[in-house]
Structures are given as structure tokens and as C-alpha cells.
């Protein structure tokens, strides 16, 4: 474009970094860890078909190495960009039951922990359908210099101090906010630098898209049915019926209704009480995107950001998106308790 500047991510963030007045650059460096780790992802990932890194876990390729799942390399590259960023203590990520600390004296002395979902819709790459890695940063609340503890962790999603995601899809972007809003930046292959192309996303108020897995129907509550059947009714004012669009990968239907509105939905259903999608590394980040985007993320009852954590991996239901669309489906969820 005529006149256009580039500004990278590490040109935004050591520019935004002045906003934070007793910012020291650890949290930038992390976020440019982050950026990385997602470019080597990214390498994979777009190659997934060729690099004979589909297989399973444990198996051997061709030459005999060992082989990596990709959600597995996605975790092993996270790891150790963010150790080497020495501003992370520790990582819960879904690929590890537990949390993993680093015990060297740089990364124990760090102020900051990630929750990650290193590779999230991973078994959508055999299909050639867009997957994310998503990641949250949270401030520890154990002393600097020792080994961080659960508690640094189990941190409310209004503790997050920065969040975000990578969208690895018909182009590669890196979306993230640290409160003050929420910036999209385009990977340019022919730099090897993501640039700013989305700045200060906000998404519309209201959409014409609900994203669902209505194969589990007859397995929701009463009120996301009724949620269902309001959105098919024909109704020229509302613009209904909405159109149905569901790929499968939190971060692709996350992300397109961002852009354009609409509601994304994964409820409680009668075989997964707690619905499937993971509040730490998943509902969190995303939730916290899409309040700084005008959106809004609950569980149908409370919202996300304020539901204390009890466990690493512990799931959730989630509705998030345009924010009346949100408050729509809840008006029909708690009609079901009066
Ligand atoms: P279902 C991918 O496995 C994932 O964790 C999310 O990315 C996605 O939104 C959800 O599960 C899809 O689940 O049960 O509809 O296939």
C-alpha cells in the first residue's frame, strides 16, 4: 500500500512497552519468545504433509528418528524458547500433566508463568484445516527465586497479565492483548517477521454466525436447544436465520467470528458435564481476547475471567463472541433455572 509503513511485533511491543511504566522488558521478551516459537511451529506446521510428522508419537520415520507428533514438537518448541527467554519460571501446557519448572537460577528468579495450548484442533492438521496455539501469561504469585508452585497457575483469568493466540491457517497470524486492548499481526514469509495488520480489533456487537457441534443436539441443556431453533427462525429484522459455520479448531471459529461477529458455543452436554474445552490454556486466553475486543466469554452463568481454577486441566463450558449475541443464549439458559 502507498506509504505504508511496517512495524513488526517487536517494534509494537518495545513501543508499547513505554505504556507500562515499571515495564522492564521481561514481559516483552516473552512475548517475543512467543513470536519464535511460532514461526518454527509455523514451519512445521505448513509442511505437516511432507515432513512425515503426522505419525504417531514414539514411532520412527523413515530414517529411523524418533517422530514427533506435531501437537508434541509444537510443545517441545514452546518449552524451549521460553526457557531460553529466561522471564518464564514455568509452563502448564496440555501436552503435560503437570506443570514444568525451570530450576535454573535466571528462570526461578523470572516474574511470569504460561499456560499454553501448544497445538490446540491438532487433529484437524491430517485434513489440512487451520489449528492455533494459544498461550496466557500470568504474573507468579510465589516468591521470586524459588520453583513455582500450583497456586502461580491456578490464577483467575483477570490475573492474565497478556494473552494470545497464533492462527495457523490460509495466512499465519499472531493475535494478543495485555489489557490495553487487541492487535492482529500478519506473518510476512518473505521477512520472517509478523507484521501489524489488524490493529485495535474490536468485534461487532451483534453477528450472523453461530458455531456449534450440532451433532451432540440431543446432548444439551434445554436452553442452548432453544438457543439453536431462535437462530433458524426466519426473521428479516434480526437478519436470521444465522448461518451455521463450525470447523472444529477453537482458535479458526474463534477467530473468524471476531473478525466478522457471531457466537461460538461448546456447552455442558450430558456425557461431559463440564463441557470439553480447558479453562486455563484455552477459555481463559480467549475469553480475555474477546472482552478487550468488546466481546464477551462465559459459562452460560458466569463470566469466564472470574471462575477460580482448581486444577490444571480442568474444562468448562464456553460461549464467547459478540456480546448480545452472548447475553442472547444466556437469556435462554436461565430462563431454563427460573
Ligand atoms: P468437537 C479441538 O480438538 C478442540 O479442542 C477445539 O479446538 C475445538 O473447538 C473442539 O475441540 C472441537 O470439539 O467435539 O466439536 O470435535
Same mark, same amino acid.
Given at each position: 500500500?502507498?506509504?505504508?509503513? $511496517?512495524?513488526?511485533?517487536?517494534?509494537?511491543?518495545?513501543?508499547?512497552?513505554?505504556?507500562?511504566?515499571?515495564?522492564?522488558?521481561?514481559?516483552?521478551?516473552?512475548?517475543?519468545? &512467543?513470536? $519464535?516459537?511460532?514461526?518454527?511451529?509455523?514451519?512445521?506446521?505448513?509442511?505437516?504433509?511432507?515432513?512425515?510428522? #503426522?505419525?504417531?508419537?514414539?514411532?520412527?520415520?523413515?530414517? %529411523?528418528?524418533?517422530?514427533?507428533? #506435531?501437537?508434541?514438537?509444537?510443545?517441545?518448541?514452546?518449552?524451549?524458547? #521460553?526457557?531460553?527467554?529466561?522471564?518464564?519460571?514455568? &509452563?502448564? @501446557?496440555?501436552?503435560?500433566?503437570?506443570?514444568?519448572?525451570?530450576?535454573?537460577?535466571? @528462570?526461578?528468579?523470572?516474574?511470569?508463568? $504460561?499456560?499454553?495450548?501448544?497445538?490446540?484442533?491438532?487433529?484437524?492438521?491430517?485434513?489440512?484445516?487451520?489449528?492455533?496455539?494459544?498461550? @496466557?501469561?500470568?504474573?507468579?504469585?510465589?516468591?521470586?527465586?524459588?520453583?513455582?508452585?500450583?497456586?502461580?497457575?491456578?490464577?483467575? %483469568?483477570?490475573?492474565?497479565?497478556?494473552?494470545?493466540?497464533? $492462527?495457523?491457517? @490460509?495466512?499465519?497470524?499472531?493475535?494478543?492483548?495485555?489489557?490495553?486492548?487487541?492487535?492482529?499481526?500478519?506473518?510476512?514469509?518473505?521477512?520472517?517477521?509478523?507484521?501489524?495488520?489488524?490493529?485495535?480489533?474490536?468485534?461487532?456487537?451483534?453477528?450472523?454466525?453461530?458455531?456449534?457441534?450440532?451433532?451432540?443436539?440431543?446432548?444439551?441443556?434445554?436452553?442452548?436447544?432453544?438457543?439453536?431453533?431462535?437462530?433458524?427462525?426466519?426473521?428479516?429484522?434480526?437478519? *436470521?436465520?444465522?448461518?451455521?459455520?463450525?470447523?472444529?479448531?477453537?482458535?479458526?471459529?474463534?477467530?473468524?467470528?471476531? #473478525?466478522?461477529?457471531?457466537?461460538?458455543?461448546?456447552?455442558?452436554?450430558?456425557?461431559?458435564?463440564?463441557?470439553?474445552?480447558?479453562?486455563?490454556?484455552?477459555?481463559?486466553?480467549?475469553?480475555?481476547?474477546?472482552?478487550?475486543?468488546?466481546?464477551?466469554?462465559?459459562?452460560?452463568?458466569? *463470566?469466564?475471567?472470574?471462575?477460580?481454577?482448581?486444577?490444571?486441566?480442568?474444562?468448562?463450558?464456553?460461549?464467547?463472541?459478540?456480546?448480545?449475541?452472548?447475553?442472547?443464549?444466556?437469556?435462554?439458559?436461565?430462563?431454563?433455572?427460573?
Amino acid at each position: 500500500m502507498k506509504g505504508y509503513q $511496517i512495524k513488526t511485533l517487536n517494534e509494537f511491543i518495545i513501543e508499547k512497552q513505554t505504556e507500562f511504566a515499571f515495564a522492564r522488558g521481561e514481559l516483552s521478551g516473552l512475548l517475543q519468545h &512467543i513470536g $519464535i516459537a511460532a514461526k518454527i511451529i509455523n514451519k512445521k506446521v505448513n509442511k505437516a504433509g511432507l515432513v512425515d510428522i #503426522l505419525g504417531e508419537a514414539g514411532a520412527t520415520n523413515i530414517q %529411523g528418528e524418533d517422530q514427533k507428533k #506435531l501437537d508434541v514438537f509444537s510443545h517441545d518448541q514452546m518449552v524451549q524458547s #521460553l526457557k531460553s527467554s529466561c522471564d518464564c519460571c514455568g &509452563i502448564a @501446557s496440555e501436552e503435560n500433566e503437570g506443570a514444568i519448572t525451570f530450576d535454573d537460577e535466571m @528462570s526461578k528468579d523470572a516474574s511470569y508463568v $504460561i499456560c499454553t495450548d501448544p497445538l490446540d484442533g491438532s487433529s484437524n492438521i491430517d485434513v489440512n484445516v487451520s489449528v492455533g496455539t494459544i498461550f @496466557s501469561i500470568y504474573r507468579r504469585v510465589s516468591p521470586k527465586g524459588t520453583e513455582p508452585m500450583l497456586e502461580d497457575f491456578l490464577q483467575p %483469568g483477570i490475573k492474565q497479565v497478556a494473552a494470545g493466540y497464533i $492462527i495457523y491457517g @490460509s495466512s499465519t497470524m499472531l493475535v494478543y492483548t495485555t489489557g490495553k486492548g487487541v492487535n492482529g499481526f500478519t506473518l510476512d514469509p518473505s521477512i520472517g517477521e509478523f507484521c501489524l495488520s489488524h490493529p485495535r480489533m474490536q468485534t461487532p456487537k451483534d453477528g450472523l454466525i453461530y458455531s456449534i457441534n450440532e451433532g451432540n443436539y440431543v446432548k444439551f441443556p434445554e436452553g442452548v436447544k432453544k438457543y439453536i431453533k431462535y437462530c433458524q427462525v426466519i426473521d428479516k429484522d434480526t437478519g *436470521r436465520p444465522y448461518s451455521s459455520r463450525y470447523i472444529g479448531s477453537l482458535v479458526a471459529d474463534f477467530h473468524r467470528n471476531l #473478525l466478522k461477529g457471531g457466537i461460538f458455543i461448546y456447552p455442558q452436554t450430558a456425557s461431559a458435564p463440564k463441557g470439553k474445552l480447558r479453562l486455563l490454556y484455552e477459555c481463559n486466553p480467549v475469553g480475555f481476547i474477546a472482552e478487550q475486543a468488546g466481546g464477551k466469554a462465559t459459562d452460560g452463568f458466569r *463470566r469466564i475471567l472470574e471462575i477460580k481454577p482448581e486444577s490444571l486441566h480442568q474444562r468448562t463450558p464456553f460461549y464467547t463472541g459478540s456480546i448480545n449475541m452472548v447475553n442472547k443464549v444466556e437469556e435462554f439458559l436461565q430462563s431454563e433455572i427460573m
